[in-house]
């Protein structure tokens, strides 16, 4: 496969266009010019049959005609003078087979000038993407000069698969992101302006200020940070309808504590707490237990890695908080939902704690149960079982739990306990499947601890300040298997062995939620490849076969206001190998 395009995003306001010709196609590209902001150039003899469109914008006085042939001296002396009048950009729409096309190429390449010469890429220096716009938003989509139809096929495929009014709320949550910044300057500046303050009376004690440009800086990084997870993790379409006071309430959300405050007034009804799981990730999962708990509940607190294909499946008209939970800040947003969790049971609110896989498979949900039990809410607690994908995530990638004759038992284990310190290693034993989860982020560390009695975690872990080399290790060749957003369309399992997992992970990047599987069932159904380190496999296959009827019948039949978009059929995508 040869080289790919570089994309690029170019600011073309007030640039030069020089466009040649005066057929439709020398049109549109005025035309595409005024749409971004450029100067569009017509050069055409004055005896050239102008297309009506060309035309019309010549006599609105958008675009200026130069009536002559082209000159090689006008690339040098139309455009700018802060560039020393070179043109900007050079349209030639007289086709491949103009031998002026190949001369105007040459003459641009040599000045380094960029150039597209219609139906001629390897004329071209440039090429334009076919794009779809709305407001600020812009996707493109190219096939680096083998089918212009295609692409524009793929544009409106990827168009029409967009919730509506997605442009609108870049919009919107650029306000977010410009008024935090507003806001931040300001505080810098009244800061910079008691510092002031402060050397005008000889003032040079620093010990009694209460906010320092370091404060200032951290809660920066914390708001942008909050922001971010927002733009990665709320559903499209929760995004895409987004209001302009659903802004100021986010802005609010950050910096006070007022609705917190409200809900907690009492009132004579008595709330209800719902802990469920959302299963592995696709929405066809979720039991019908916890599907009739979205529909009905009147405020979802939701972990940030509930997949959006659940989230989608949220009323318009039901409120949703998503965990803020990023590095340092873990804690704090548990808090903050075990918070907002209690403000709304003692407002008599029903409130779904919405968790990914099962609650009580590291979900903290038996942490949960027991804080609402000690603030007296115990009796009104509902568990809901999720499918874990400890257990679902290995079926989906055809590694069999358990096998006779190969893994007569399953160890579920994280890799990674409190505060991020790492936990006791499984000893091997050689009929027995192990899963990890939350362990990919320190994979290194993981595979030391299984396959070495001296790894440092190992020495952290020890008691007695002294090593257990009792322990059985796992060999190197233990075959394994990192498995990525589980019944997702963006589905990926590496195949490998213990000695090569973490070299897997650092070149091919991670996809988060992810988890490790170890052991010989790893190889039962896949014999795998002696001659490559690790294969990677993408996409989720697996209901093709199921229209998705049931579910969409109870959404649209039971509850009108239900996104009826948000029906999710099974992804039929197939399998890519690589190396």
């Not at 493109?140 to 692409?151: A, F, I, R």
């Not at 320092?212 to 922001?227: H, I």
């Not at 903290?364 to 000690?374: M, S, T």
Request: net charge neutral.
């Amino acid at each position: 496969m040869g080289a790919v395009s570089l994309l690029t995003s170019i600011d073309s306001t007030n640039h030069i266009h020089l466009i040649i010709g005066s057929n439709p196609l020398a049109a549109a590209r005025c035309a595409k010019s005024l749409e971004v902001g450029a100067k569009p150039l017509l050069i055409a003899p004055e005896t050239s049959e102008l297309h009506y469109a060309l035309q019309k914008r010549i006599d609105n006085g958008e675009v200026k005609w130069l009536k002559k042939s082209f000159e090689d001296e006008d690339v040098l002396r139309l455009g700018r003078e802060e560039i020393n009048c070179v043109v900007d950009t050079v349209f030639v729409t007289l086709g491949p087979r103009d031998p002026m096309s190949a001369h105007i190429s040459n003459l641009c390449r040599r000045n380094r000038i960029p150039v597209n010469v219609a139906d001629a890429p390897s004329l071209c220096t440039f090429s334009l993407v076919s794009t779809h716009t709305s407001g600020p938003l812009q996707i493109g989509v190219t096939t680096n000069g083998k089918g212009c139809k295609l692409s524009s096929r793929i544009r409106r495929e990827i168009a029409s698969s967009l919730p509506p009014n997605l442009g609108p709320a870049c919009e919107r949550l650029g306000t977010i992101r410009r008024k935090i910044q507003e806001e931040d300057h300001l505080s810098h500046m009244a800061l910079a302006g008691d510092l002031e303050e402060e050397d005008s009376v000889d003032q040079t004690s620093t010990f009694n200020r209460l906010i320092t440009e370091a404060d200032l800086d951290a809660a920066k990084n914390r708001r942008m940070r909050w922001l971010s997870q927002i733009c990665e993790y709320w559903p499209l379409r929760r995004l895409a309808n987004i209001t302009d006071s659903d802004v100021e309430s986010v802005l609010r959300s950050y910096t006070s504590t007022l609705e917190t405050q409200q809900l907690e007034k009492r009132t004579e009804k008595k709330g209800r707490i719902i802990l469920a799981g959302s299963g592995p990730g696709h929405p066809d999962l979720l039991t019908r237990a916890t599907h009739k708990a979205i529909l009905s509940s009147d405020l979802i607190l939701a972990d940030k890695l509930v997949p959006s294909g659940v989230l989608d499946l949220i009323p318009r008209r039901t409120p949703i908080h998503i965990a803020r939970k990023f590095p340092g800040n873990a804690e704090k947003a548990q808090e903050e939902l075990l918070s907002l969790a209690l403000a709304g049971l003692k407002a008599g609110k029903t409130v779904l704690r919405l968790k990914q896989g099962d609650p009580y498979i590291y979900g903290r949900g038996g942490e949960e149960f027991e804080f609402f039990r000690k603030e007296g809410f115990g009796d009104v607690v509902t568990v809901l079982p999720g499918i874990t994908s400890a257990l679902s995530a290995p079926l989906f990638v055809g590694i069999p739990a358990t096998q006779r004759g190969v893994s007569d038992q399953v160890l579920i284990c994280t890799g990674t306990g409190r505060k991020g310190r790492p936990t006791v290693p499984p000893a091997y034993v050689g009929t027995q499947t192990v899963v990890f989860l939350m362990a990919l982020h320190r994979i290194s560390g993981l595979v030391a601890d299984l396959t070495t009695h001296d790894s440092e975690d190992a020495k952290v872990l020890s008691e007695d300040g002294l090593l257990d080399e009792s322990r059985r290790l796992w060999p190197k060749e233990t075959p394994c298997a990192v498995i990525e957003r589980a019944s997702c369309p963006d589905q990926r399992v590496i195949r490998t062995t213990l000695e090569f997992v973490a070299a897997a992970i650092e070149e091919e990047g991670s996809r988060p939620p992810g988890l490790l599987v170890v052991g010989k069932a790893c190889k039962v159904l896949h014999k795998g490849d002696a001659a490559r380190k690790w294969v990677v496999e993408e996409g989720f296959k697996g209901f093709e076969d199921f229209d998705g009827t049931g579910l969409e019948e109870l959404m649209l039949g039971k509850d009108e206001d239900v996104r009826p978009e948000a029906v999710v059929r099974g992804d039929s995508s197939g399998m890519e190998l690589k190396v």
